[in-house]
């Protein structure tokens, strides 16, 4: 079966101690993990070396980075590299969240740059694609988030392809409790697959995971998740609070 992944997305919240009680309360639940189920905690860096270790004996959960730099190393000041994430042991790396494309114009071909580099150091990118309010308005939202799939993946092997994650996040669910229904959920991830299938044949499109985000709740997970092209989520708001996560992971099919 396809991996199905909950992967929460603290962006820019709660102080250190915050962060590993929360980490701590999830754990505590004692969750089991299929061998096809993944948890994933995208943190702030200067967290990521504390929720690595925290999650280290846990089956199948794992630390993430909500971003990297697109460029090897070098005069970059602020910056985190993705070699520095390898030298830490983070796996995996969230790139061209929609917020990260709006404040700090973020392109498809940086986001190329970066998928390149995860994917030389080891890392495997949860690529985020989705669309505006507008666009969804004017019905266009294939086409857009299509373009997104081919500016910044289409350069790959089927085999680089294969090993990375989708996030489709619709900027009008994120945050504002708004909620994709599961049937535009379903219609644009099957949409997504085929794309994919278009380009790298639908053995490979069909091993990639698409995880739906955007206002997902502990009371919509299971319904999101039970489509059969959405193979769990990408969380903000509800990866705060443990138990609102615990119930979104084991929403997972
Ligand atoms: P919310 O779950 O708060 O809507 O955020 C979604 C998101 O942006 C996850 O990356």
Redesign the pocket.
């Known amino acids: 079966m396809r991996k199905q992944i909950a992967a929460a ?1 603290w ?1 820019m919240n709660l102080t250190y101690q915050d962060g590993e009680k929360l980490l701590d309360e999830i754990l505590d639940a004692g969750i089991s993990l299929a061998p096809h189920q993944h948890a994933i905690f995208a943190v702030p860096f200067p967290y990521l070396i504390m929720t690595r270790s925290e999650v280290a004996e846990e089956y199948n959960f794992h630390a993430a980075a909500q971003n990297c730099h697109h460029k090897t190393a070098g005069a970059y000041t602020g910056e985190v590299s993705v070699e520095m994430l390898q030298s830490i042991g983070v796996h995996y790396c ?1 790139i061209g ?3 990260r494309r709006e404040y700090n114009a973020e392109t498809n071909a940086m986001l190329a740059a970066k998928v390149n580099l995860c994917l030389e150091y080891g890392i495997t990118p949860i690529f ?1 694609c989705g669309e505006p309010l507008d666009i969804r308005e004017a019905g266009t939202q294939n086409d857009f988030v299509a373009t997104q799939l081919k500016e910044s993946l289409f350069h790959l092997t089927a085999e680089q392809l294969r090993t990375i994650i989708i ?1 489709y ?1 619709p900027i009008w ?4 409790g708004k909620t994709a229904s599961t049937e535009q959920a379903q219609e644009i991830h099957q949409y997504l697959r085929s794309v994919l299938a278009g380009k790298f044949g639908a053995e490979v499109a069909d091993e990639v995971p698409i995880l739906y ?4 709740k502990a009371g919509n997970a299971a319904e999101l998740f039970a489509s059969p092209d959405v193979d769990g989520g ?5 990866s705060l609070v443990a138990a609102d996560f615990v119930s979104i992971i084991r929403a997972l099919k």
């Open positions: 997305n962006k969230v969240h929609s917020e985020c996030a996040e669910a994120i945050g504002t985000g955007g206002s997902v990408l969380v903000g708001g509800a």
